[in-house]
Structure formats: structure tokens, C-alpha cells
């Protein structure tokens, strides 16, 4: 790019919120470039995040149910055999297809790839340091900051993505470690239990609060999900914190604290999951050359029109407010790009899914019965369970419930919560449900088709206001 030209638009960070906007402005014409460090598009969720991860979920999952689960089938399989590099292989070949996908839609759309690290020099301008070397300077009617979010670090335990390691290591794990504790019983915490527990390793959770999932998961369904999960080998320890951890020995250890008058007590593991959440990165941006200001947890702070206070400069994903998930990062970065186009966009921040990808899935969306109770809501549940389900029965998997949530006077959809086979598909028809004001009537009165997972939600809806027909 020639030094100093001015583009329409210019996006630092390439991952879901950043490559989102940059394809969506290209379509609308926007002259555009794109500034990414890290080497491929796709951020975090792409290449250390969501992806990776579910390719580690789903064929971790296979060999756990060819090993566990396939001889009541009438499927009966010789030797067995874990071959861990190429597992991960296959990981890799998902993450590349599909980085190298987006680098594809940068050329088709007209967008500018910039490889290199960006950093605001004043209001219009970015310098970029050229991972190739040498820097560019790049100016921009407007700007958008995208830059995402990483691994919050536990204090006085240094990640070295071997044997601490973030959920970046997790991901990469050159052998099955035989013991693992995972710290923080949150999303990337059971999805990584989950993960090596299938694969051999003897996972602890050790989780703070008195639930799985984080405090946004209904206590009803995080409970049946521990339930769940412990019987396939996970062991949990709720409630407790870890207080120090020493990496001196041939096995890590840690002092946890049993928040409710239990004993300290040390854990040992020859890994350790450091999975204690997730905070905004804006390391070298430059914002101090700008005079913007991040919160106390470190977000940039936007209107509600993603404005920083210098207006055409906006700012949308992990690095800002809201739940730190690739599609709200995803929709954010449409949005943004409708403000700047058309002057409106929209994203409906009380009707974003959530989907914890274990076996078997939790998702969810709208709200859980622990808000509805804070805020003296009154409302009614319907619930019905997949082992009612002929699908589920049929599949021989049929773990779980559905329970929906609507208001007790106007039957208003209220919340959709899932554990279960193929939650994570399913939720998309209570987020769709909530997202028009349905009512769970409304659910019910539709037909779905039979023998499906879907009439599970279609029965717990009906269950709401009257009886579910097969429970
Ligand atoms: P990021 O994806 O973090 O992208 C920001 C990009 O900006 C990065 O590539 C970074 O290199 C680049 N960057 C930063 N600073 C600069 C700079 N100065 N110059 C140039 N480039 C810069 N979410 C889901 O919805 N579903 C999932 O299943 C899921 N699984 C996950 C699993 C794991 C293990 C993790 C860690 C996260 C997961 N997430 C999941 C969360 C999801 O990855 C994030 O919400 C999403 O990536 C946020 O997108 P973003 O564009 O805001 O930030
Ligand atoms: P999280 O915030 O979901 O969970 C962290 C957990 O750690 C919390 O339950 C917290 O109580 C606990 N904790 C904190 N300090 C602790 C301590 N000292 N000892 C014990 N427990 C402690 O964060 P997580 O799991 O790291 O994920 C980060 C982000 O990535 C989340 O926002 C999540 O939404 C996103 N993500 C989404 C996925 C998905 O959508 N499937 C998958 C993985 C990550």
C-alpha cells in the first residue's frame, strides 16, 4: 500500500469481528484495508479458538464412542488405536482451509490484507510494522479497532503452553498427559476436559462459584451437565480456588481453598489448564497517541453505535463490551459496517446464543431462571427430557432436557435452555423464537418434523402452558 493514501476504511485486527467488516465494506464499496499480525485472517476463533477447538471435540468424541459405545451397536471394532499427531493434523487442516477461505473472500470482496502490527500514530492515521519488516503508514476516513481479546494469566503460575498452559497449549498437547486440573470450570474449561478426558488423562476442575459453565448457564442445566460429565470421568471441585501453584517438582502443584469452610488441600497434575477467562488486548495499539480510554477490565468504551469518543473510530468484538463469542463478534462487525453505510445496524445483545460444545451440548439463549428470580419476573417452565424423545432413544443418546422459559402471564418466550444431543443446533430455533417475540405457544403450534431432536423444544414448549403429550 502506498504510504499515506487515505482508504474509506481501515480495520486493525483480523479476526471474526475485523475480516467480518472488512468483506461487508468491501461489498458496499468501502475502500478497505485490513490489518492482521498474527500471520493467517480468522483471529482467535479460527486458529486457536472455536475451530481447533471443535475439531479436537468432534474426533475426541468418535474414539471415546468407538472405544466405549459402538459394541451394544452391532458394531464391533479391533484394535483401537489413538494416533495423536495425526488428530492433530486433522485439526490443522480445518484451520488452514478455512483462514486460507477468508484470504480468498478478502480478494474477491477488494479488501486490502495488511500484514503486520497496527498502532495509531494520530485520529486518522496507523502505522503498521510489516511482519516481512520494514512499516507502512496507513490513513483512514475511518478506522475500526478489532483487535480481540486473550487468556487472562493466573498470578505467580507463568504460562509456558507446556505444562501451564492457556487453552492455546490445551490445543496442542504434544502427548495425553496423565493427570490434568483445569482452573476455571468455565466454557474452554470443559470443552478442554472434555477433549483429554476422552483421550485418556485424568481430569480435575477446579471452578470458584458453586456451578459449571459460568454464573450464565441456568443452575438447573449446569446441574445436570455436571451430572453428566462426571460420569464420563471428570471430576469437579466446586466452590474452591486456587490459591498458588508451584511448578518447581516433576508434577505441578496446587493450593486450593474450599470457599465454603472446607480444608486447603494440594492438587498435583502433570499439565495444568489455565482457563480463568478471557480480557481485551489493545497491547501497542497506541490508544495513549489517541487519548482513548479503556475501562477497569480493559475494554475500549464505545456508544451504542460502536463510537469511541472520536467518532469515526469505532470498535466491535472481544476488545469491547458484551459476551466474548465469534458470532456477537461476527454480527457486531455487520453492524458496524451498516452505521458507517446507512447510519443504522442493529444487533439484539438479549438474544445471543450460547453453546458449550461437550457431550452433550449445553446451549442457550434469552434468559436463565436465576435472572428472571433477581428481577421478581414471574414466569413459568416447561421442561421435557430427550429420554422421551423417540429420536433420542432411537440413537441410543438421549442424556438431557430442554426447558423453556416464558412469561406467566403472556406466555412471551422468555428463555431456551438445552443439554442435550445437538443443543447446539436446536438453540437456533429458540433464538429465532425470541428474536420475532414468540410466544412458547407459538413454539408448540408449529409442527416439527418426526422422529427429530427439535420435538424435544416443541413438547417443553407445549409444557409451558399445558401437558407435554409423551412425559
Ligand atoms: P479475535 O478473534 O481475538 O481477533 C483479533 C485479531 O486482532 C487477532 O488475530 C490479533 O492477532 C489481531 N490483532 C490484535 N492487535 C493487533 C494489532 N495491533 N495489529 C494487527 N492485528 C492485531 N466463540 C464462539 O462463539 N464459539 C466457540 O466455539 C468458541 N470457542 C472458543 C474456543 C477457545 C479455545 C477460545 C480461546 C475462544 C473461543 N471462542 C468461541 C471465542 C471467540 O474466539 C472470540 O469471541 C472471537 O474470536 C472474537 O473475535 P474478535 O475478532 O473480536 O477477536
Ligand atoms: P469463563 O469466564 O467462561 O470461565 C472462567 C471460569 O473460571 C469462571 O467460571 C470463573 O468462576 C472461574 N475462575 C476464575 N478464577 C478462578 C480461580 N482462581 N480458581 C477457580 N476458578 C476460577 O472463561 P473461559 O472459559 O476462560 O472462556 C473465555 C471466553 O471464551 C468466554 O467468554 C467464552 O464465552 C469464550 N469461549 C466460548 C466458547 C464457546 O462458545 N463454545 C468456547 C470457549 C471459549
Same mark, same amino acid.
Given at each position: 500500500s502506498e504510504a499515506g493514501e487515505e482508504k474509506d476504511l481501515v480495520i486493525i485486527g483480523g479476526g471474526v469481528a475485523g475480516y467480518v467488516a472488512a468483506i461487508k465494506a468491501g461489498q458496499e464499496g468501502f475502500k478497505v484495508a485490513c490489518i492482521e499480525k498474527?500471520?493467517? *485472517?480468522?483471529?482467535t476463533c479460527l486458529n486457536v479458538g472455536c475451530i481447533p477447538s471443535k475439531s479436537l471435540l468432534n474426533n475426541s468424541h468418535l474414539y471415546h464412542q468407538i472405544l466405549h459405545d459402538s459394541k451394544s451397536r452391532g458394531i464391533e471394532v479391533g484394535d483401537v488405536k489413538l494416533n495423536l499427531s495425526q488428530l492433530m493434523k486433522a485439526k490443522e487442516q480445518s484451520v488452514t482451509g478455512l483462514t486460507k477461505g477468508i484470504e480468498f473472500l478478502f480478494k474477491k470482496n477488494g479488501v486490502e490484507y495488511v500484514k503486520g502490527t497496527g498502532s495509531f500514530v494520530d485520529e486518522h492515521t496507523v502505522k503498521v510494522d510489516l511482519n516481512e519488516g520494514g512499516e507502512t503508514t496507513l490513513k483512514g476516513k475511518n478506522i475500526i479497532i478489532a483487535t480481540g481479546s486473550e487468556a487472562t494469566p493466573f498470578p505467580g503460575l507463568e504460562i509456558d503452553? %507446556?505444562? /501451564? /498452559?492457556?487453552s492455546t497449549g490445551a490445543l496442542s498437547l504434544e502427548k495425553v498427559p496423565e493427570s490434568l486440573v483445569v482452573i476455571g470450570g468455565g466454557i474452554i474449561g470443559l470443552e478442554m476436559a472434555s477433549v483429554w478426558s476422552r483421550l485418556g488423562a485424568k481430569v480435575t476442575v477446579v471452578e470458584f *462459584?458453586?456451578?459449571?459453565?459460568?454464573?450464565?448457564?441456568d443452575t438447573e442445566i449446569s446441574k445436570t451437565a455436571q451430572k453428566i460429565l462426571k460420569k464420563q470421568g471428570i471430576d469437579f471441585k466446586l466452590n474452591t480456588k486456587v490459591v498458588s501453584g508451584d511448578t518447581t517438582g516433576d508434577k505441578i502443584k496446587l493450593e486450593v481453598d474450599a470457599a465454603k469452610g472446607g480444608k486447603p488441600e494440594t492438587l498435583e497434575g502433570d499439565v495444568v489448564l489455565v482457563a480463568i477467562g478471557r480480557r481485551p488486548y489493545t497491547e501497542g495499539l497506541g490508544l495513549e497517541n489517541i487519548g482513548l480510554d479503556v475501562d477497569e477490565r480493559g475494554r475500549v468504551v464505545i456508544d451504542s453505535e460502536y463510537?469511541? %469518543?472520536?467518532?469515526h473510530i469505532r470498535c466491535v468484538g472481544? /476488545?469491547?463490551?458484551?459476551?466474548? *463469542?465469534a458470532h456477537k463478534a461476527e454480527d457486531e462487525g455487520l453492524a458496524v459496517v451498516e452505521y458507517l453505510k446507512k447510519g443504522y445496524g442493529h444487533v439484539n445483545y438479549g438474544c445471543i446464543p450460547a453453546v458449550m460444545y461437550t457431550h452433550p451440548e449445553v446451549a442457550w439463549v434469552g434468559q436463565t431462571e436465576q435472572d428472571l428470580k433477581s428481577q421478581n419476573i414471574a414466569y413459568k417452565v416447561g421442561s421435557f427430557p430427550f429420554s422421551a424423545n423417540s429420536r433420542a432413544k432411537t440413537n441410543a443418546d438421549a442424556e438431557g432436557i430442554v426447558k423453556v422459559i416464558a412469561d406467566a402471564e403472556t406466555d412471551r418466550l422468555l428463555g431456551v435452555h438445552i443439554v442435550g444431543p445437538g443443543a447446539g443446533e436446536m438453540i437456533a430455533e429458540g433464538t429465532l423464537a425470541l428474536e420475532y417475540g414468540a410466544s412458547s405457544e407459538d413454539i408448540a403450534r408449529t409442527t416439527h418434523a418426526h422422529p427429530t431432536l427439535s420435538e424435544a423444544l416443541k413438547e417443553a414448549a407445549m409444557a409451558t402452558y399445558n401437558r407435554a403429550i409423551h412425559f
Open positions: 498474527r500471520g493467517s *485472517l480468522g483471529g503452553e %507446556k505444562r /501451564v /498452559v492457556s *462459584l458453586g456451578q459449571i459453565g459460568g454464573p450464565g448457564m463510537r469511541t %469518543k472520536h467518532p472481544d /476488545v469491547t463490551f458484551g459476551p466474548m *463469542l
